[in-house]
């Protein structure tokens, strides 16, 4: 049972990315999912959440109005898309599950630079 992240990398300040969060051996449907992101040094900090069946999402206000979060429950997915990148946006970034957060993944690095 596992969450793997993906779609990380090096892009230009104004960019996209859009992150993928695959759900192994479990069914996301039933869980709300989050994104998380981290600076070497620094807490984890919340980016968005997206509830059962996307009924609520709740953004970082860091990121409100360039990233959105959702889901494909057929693709047992989750999605983060990132525009309007900032240097500030640099960090690794991981998913997770609740209720029943499992251990934290390897993340995925996304790297904000001219």
Known sequence: ???????????????SLRLSCVASRFTVSGYAVVWFRQVPGKERELVARVDRGAATTVYADSVKGRFTISRDDAKNTVYLQMNSLKPGDTAVYYCNRFPEPMRWGQGTQVIVSS
């Open 1 to 15: 049972v596992q969450l793997v992240e993906s779609g990380g990398g090096s892009v230009q300040p104004g960019g």
